[in-house]
């Protein structure tokens, strides 16, 4: 018989037994309850599930240009399209009690603390696909209790929520593959160049077998080992159910089969860096490489190569030859369709069209002229072209026409643009008074500030302008004095295709159409039979050239079909005189004309500015296009023994006879 006085006992120690298991108790569910304040609300939050994702960058015809991202490269895809081999496979190898727990396994837990605890070390994990997949979203993977603990509670919440096939569809668009790969899209490019949707069963399995380890079964580094847990996926996915006895064997004797896809090429590096620095402005660091953006740029790759080609024909020397700018603008709506910033980037990624300014030479005379009609003066109007003085701030201007060619005689205003005589433009901006041009050149086009000093007519500019400004001020001009400012951006969407930006085309009314249209008719005539006809290439056009002093830099801009474009030739480390480049002193009707001709004459024919959809019932006459095979060295038809023609549809008649013609 127990004693009163061990009764007394027994029973205090039980009470303070239990007085402790209830503090414990309530410490704990004051930790959880702490703990789940923390924790990320799965059911309200749209953002919850966010993972960082690469954005994508297209030229106009859909190319992928480039692909940017931070530390993941990663494309989400919909649990759509994720094969079902895929998601068994996972299952399969990772959890394979997935449809059956919900979120967490206690028996997968009591076996790998049984397994590991005989072998004296981790060597089989209890966690569930899906706490996995919320250790990837919502933890920084931290191997400590607290952390487990949060991984339990999210995984028990997260099943709670969504549906087992979104669950994997989270787990399978996060995790990581190797080779930089994460996510399953990313993976299938990486490892097999095809998207997800197109996986086979045994890539699938491969891919399945990756995550345990992508370093130790990588196929491309350990072919072996990669082999052996592929096979290891696809039997167990035979043992469980999930495919026949004979799907397992065909897929077992299949080689690994993958490809060492490496990124995407990039076309036309200055253009991407371009568009990137403007949308860095714009929407920051995070968005643009971690958002999942779609980029859809202006760039025409057929108006591009063929800008490459004519810069690369015309001067192919890199050792000693100047560089070549060339910035292309679809006048209407300011599209920019081609750039060419230099000759190789992985060099100088300093971009010689957008970023470089250079004097301007006598290219910068119609803005002059434009501000001089502003104010009454007609194309007929009379100007003394002997040579030039006057005072200057603190010194005195000499001016001479170029070699001294043309010595005195009275021009006008007309004759002293299409032949360009620098004397009559002096006296021009002396009259109509440099604040007034400045005003005009901003108006038109140009963003580079401008000090208001009267050698700006002659192109003398204190810090430069550049050959996009240069292509979209003249492309004012073209469109009947309507400046619209350039961009490189068509639009901007997120993954799920919402609009986030997109530039306005609508542009503002910078000169008169009358003014427009008289400036256009004398570069027309600059073109015809003035400095400018090395560029002509057969249909209507409008250019002026420039030479800066010294021969230091040389310009042409104009503009024909749709298209507006600067060319600029120069050495960019310094003001270099290129008074002998192959034995001729360089000009703006010499080598920029050259290049401006060559890429006008496939371009202008082929872009097109999107027009408006005709009227129901007045369709118009159709149009017969032809393919030209043209070589990207030379521009023209290729012959037989060109290694990689460019197939361009056209018009048919719009590349003339003379043009097929010419030697290779």
């Not at 692909?67 to 895809?77: A, P, T």
């Not at 206690?106 to 899906?130: D, F, K, M, Y």
């Not at 250790?135 to 995984?155: H, I, N, S």
């Not at 002293?416 to 021009?428: E, F, Q």
Request: net charge negative; hydrophobic share 40%; charged share 20%.
């Amino acid at each position: 018989m127990v004693s009163r006085r061990r009764l007394i006992k027994v029973l205090s120690l039980a009470s303070g037994l239990l007085t402790i298991l209830m503090v414990l108790a309530l410490a704990l569910a004051g930790y959880l309850w702490v703990l789940s304040g923390r924790l990320p609300d799965l059911q309200n939050d749209p953002t919850a599930f966010k993972v960082a994702e690469t954005s994508i960058v297209y030229a106009s015809d859909g190319t992928v240009l480039a692909e940017w991202y931070d530390e993941q490269n990663r494309i989400v895809v919909s649990v759509d399209i994720l094969p079902a081999n895929l998601e068994d496979a996972t299952v399969a190898i990772e959890d394979k009690r997935f449809y059956e727990h919900q979120g967490v396994d206690p028996q997968a837990i009591a076996r790998a603390l049984s397994i590991n605890s005989g072998a004296g070390e981790v060597i089989q994990g209890g966690s569930t696909i899906t706490q996995q997949a919320v250790k990837l979203l919502f933890t920084d993977g931290e191997r400590t209790f607290g952390r487990k603990v949060e991984e339990a509670l999210l995984a028990l919440s997260l099943e709670a929520r969504i549906t087992k096939e979104d669950v994997l569809g989270i787990y399978l668009n996060t995790v990581y593959f190797g080779r930089g790969a994460y996510g399953v899209e990313r993976a299938a490019e990486r490892f097999f160049g095809v998207t997800t949707s197109d996986l086979t069963l045994a890539q699938c399995a491969l891919l399945a077998g990756c995550i345990q380890s992508p370093t130790r079964y990588d196929p491309f580094v350990n072919p072996g080992p990669a082999l052996d847990r592929r096979n290891t996926v696809i039997r167990e996915m035979r043992d469980q159910g999930y495919i026949s006895a004979q799907e397992a064997m065909q897929a077992s004797a299949e080689p690994l089969g993958v490809t060492d896809t490496n990124e995407t090429p990039t076309l036309a590096p200055h253009f991407v860096e371009y568009v990137r620095r403007d949308l860095l402005e714009r929407l920051g660091s995070e968005r643009l490489y971690q958002g999942g953006l779609r980029i859809y740029t202006t760039l025409d790759p057929v108006a591009q190569r063929s800008a490459e080609a004519a810069a690369k024909k015309v001067l192919p020397d890199a050792e000693s030859d100047p560089e070549v700018a060339v910035a292309a603008v679809r006048w209407r709506d300011g599209a920019v369709i081609a750039i060419v910033g230099g000759r190789d980037f992985s060099v100088e990624a300093f971009d010689l069209a957008t970023q470089g300014r250079r004097q301007a030479g006598s290219a910068f005379k119609p803005f002059v002229l434009a501000a001089a009609l502003e104010q009454g003066y007609t194309m007929d109007s009379e100007w003394d072209a002997s040579p030039f003085s006057t005072p200057v701030k603190d010194e005195i201007w000499h001016v001479e026409n170029y070699e001294n060619s043309i010595k005195g005689g009275s021009y006008t205003l007309e004759m002293a643009t299409i032949w360009s005589i620098n004397t009559v433009y002096a006296r021009l901006i002396t009259a109509v008074g440099a604040e007034k041009v400045v005003d005009v050149a901003h108006r038109m086009g140009i963003t580079a500030p401008i000090d208001p000093d009267p050698a700006i007519a002659l192109g003398g500019l204190t810090r430069g302008v550049s050959p996009l400004e240069m292509a979209s001020a003249f492309g004012t001009i073209a469109n009947d004095g309507v400046a619209v400012k350039p961009s490189g951006i068509e639009r901007v969407t997120d993954d799920a295709g919402e609009l986030i930006y997109a530039p306005d085309r609508q542009g503002t009314r910078a000169i008169s159409s009358e003014i427009a249209t008289s400036i256009s008719a004398v570069l027309n005539q600059v073109y015809e039979r003035g400095t400018g006809t090395g560029a002509n290439i057969g249909q209507w056009g409008a250019v002026k050239t420039g030479t800066a002093q010294s021969w230091r830099d040389a310009w042409i801009v104009g503009y024909s079909g749709d298209i507006s474009t600067a060319v600029w030739v120069g050495y960019p480390q310094a003001q270099v005189s290129m008074d002998n480049v192959h034995g001729i002193p360089v000009t703006g009707g010499s080598y920029p004309a050259q290049v401006w001709k060559g890429f006008m004459q496939v371009s202008a024919r082929h872009v097109t500015a999107p027009q408006p959809a005709p009227e129901e019932g007045n369709l118009g006459p159709a149009t017969d296009l032809t393919v030209y095979m043209l070589c990207p060295e030379s521009l023209n038809i290729a012959r037989p023994d060109c290694p990689e023609p460019m197939e361009l549809s056209l018009p048919t008649g719009s590349i003339s006879q003379e043009l097929c013609t010419l030697e290779h």
